[in-house]
């Protein structure tokens, strides 16, 4: 179909124009039966990949059941269940959960709960961060200007803290620069008393797969409990076993007030959890917040089954396996390639940030023509290329978007 006869609106930028047909574990199929390594995921959402069979069923089977449980109206069979196998995959003390579709919708009612909990009216986010696409998710997030601009006016309430530049040598003096920023921040522009929450990516996603460092974490968590604002982690991209483990604050051994999960909960039924301490969410006042569709039993379905598959012996070091498969064959590329300047983790949220964006630009080019691989960019001006495989890759696929991704880089050059 020509672009002028199409009545899809033309606001989504396009990654490729390939037309899917069917996707299988890491790979899709167009309609016209070429091939593609799919290390886009749907942007870090296909956990288990395409059609796993564990998701397709239990999507099956709900469906044939009832596809739309209203949660004001009824409560079925799968909310309990679902909330119960959070409460032992989410860090310690995360036991309440509410849930919603998407993760601009969670992120903002992290927001609101804070506000309700504490009752105070301001929110801290970091430098670079991504929180989504609705207004409030939008004032909070600060990873490219275009996601901003033309939508003045935001609203207000929201300040935005430093976070560690990955590039800057002396990590210690770039952690203490930050946080330094954020004392200056509290001392005059949002006082602790006006300030209800702190949230932060503990791995920043459209940013540029960022990892904060763990002493910066501390920093802010530190800075939260001294002044009664709460501290939120929004998971959306990083969280379901993308880093090789459950949570990126897994590793950092920091345990959030509330916890944003979105993208992989569900292998990429639309679907969204928010989880608290029940303390917290008993000053939620019912009714201040809910939605039509939040808890749908089919997305409580696809989310149960993908928790399953994450939470299978050997699944998360499999992450962590491939994870580093892909950094060190990457970083050995570095030594031929100046132009690539930082490889980064953790797990499978791995960043290649080129000194050039039209460099990196071409180079995913190069992949997706040539080497029938996707890939995509991130960071303020598209200099990284992203890898966010499904986490169900083989060492066998790692190894072919690697040769593809070489390839390209020479050819380019
Ligand atoms: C960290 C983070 N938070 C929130 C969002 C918004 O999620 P959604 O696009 O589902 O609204 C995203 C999306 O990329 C994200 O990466």
Same mark, same amino acid.
């Given at each position: 179909? /020509?672009?002028s006869d199409s009545h899809l609106s033309r606001v989504w930028f396009k990654v490729t124009d390939l037309q899917v047909a069917s996707g299988t574990g890491c790979r899709v199929t167009t309609v016209d039966g070429e091939e593609y390594l799919d290390f886009a995921a749907g942007i870090a959402v296909n956990s288990t990949? +395409?059609?796993?069979?564990?998701?397709?069923?239990?999507?099956?089977?709900?469906?044939?059941? !009832?596809?739309? $449980?209203?949660?004001?109206?009824?409560?079925?069979? =799968? &909310?309990? @269940?679902? $909330?119960a196998r959070l409460a032992e995959i989410t860090p310690a003390g995360i036991d309440t959960? !509410?849930?919603?579709?998407?993760?601009?919708e969670i992120t903002e009612a992290a927001v609101k709960l804070a506000k309700q909990a504490t009752g105070r009216?301001?929110?801290?986010?970091?430098?670079? /961060? !991504? +929180?989504?696409? *609705? +207004?409030?998710?939008?004032?909070m997030t600060t990873s490219k200007a275009s996601t901003r601009a033309g939508y003045a006016p935001l609203p207000s309430g929201v300040f935005v803290a430093p976070f560690p530049d990955p590039l800057v040598a002396d990590r210690d003096a770039e952690v203490s620069r930050a946080l330094r920023g954020l004392d200056h921040l509290l001392a005059t522009q949002t006082a602790p008393a006006e300030t209800a929450a702190m949230i932060l990516e503990p791995v920043l996603g459209e940013g540029g797969y960022v990892p904060a460092p763990a002493e910066f974490v501390e920093g802010v968590v530190e800075r939260c409990? *001294?002044?009664? %604002?709460l501290f939120v982690a929004d998971e959306v991209q990083s969280g379901f076993g993308r880093t090789g483990e459950m949570f990126a604050v897994d590793h950092l051994g920091v345990e959030p007030d509330i916890i944003c999960m979105a993208k992989?909960? $569900? /292998?990429?039924?639309? !679907?969204?959890? &928010?989880?608290?301490?029940?303390?917290?969410?008993?000053?939620? @006042?019912?009714? /201040? +917040?809910?939605?039509?569709?939040?808890?749908?039993? %089919?997305?409580?379905?696809? $989310? =149960?089954?993908?928790? #399953?598959?994450?939470?299978?012996?050997?699944? &998360?070091?499999n992450v962590r396996a491939r994870g580093e498969q892909l950094t060190d064959a990457l970083r050995e590329l570095q030594g031929e390639h100046g132009e690539l300047r930082q490889v980064r983790g953790p797990g499978l949220m791995v960043a290649t940030s080129f000194t050039d964006p039209v460099r990196a630009t071409s180079v995913v080019r190069h992949c997706l023509h040539d080497g029938h691989l996707i890939l995509m960019t991130a960071g303020p001006s598209g200099q990284v290329v992203r890898w966010m495989p @499904? &986490?169900?890759?083989?060492?066998?696929?790692? #190894?072919?978007?690697?040769?593809?991704f070489a390839t390209a880089l020479r050819a380019t050059g």
């Open positions: 179909m /020509s672009d990949g +395409h059609a796993h069979p564990a998701v397709v069923e239990a999507i099956a089977r709900q469906a044939g059941r !009832f596809v739309h $449980a209203q949660a004001n109206v009824f409560t079925h069979d =799968l &909310l309990e @269940p679902l $909330a959960f !509410f849930f919603a579709n998407s993760g601009a009216s301001h929110t801290i986010v970091f430098d670079g /961060s !991504f +929180h989504g696409r *609705t +207004h409030l998710a939008m004032a409990r *001294t002044h009664g %604002i992989g909960i $569900a /292998s990429g039924f639309p !679907f969204a959890a &928010l989880g608290t301490r029940r303390e917290l969410d008993d000053r939620w @006042p019912t009714g /201040s +917040h809910g939605g039509t569709y939040g808890g749908n039993p %089919i997305g409580c379905a696809a $989310a =149960l089954a993908t928790i #399953d598959v994450l939470t299978a012996p050997g699944f &998360l070091e @499904p &986490l169900v890759v083989t060492a066998a696929e790692i #190894d072919e978007a690697f040769e593809a």
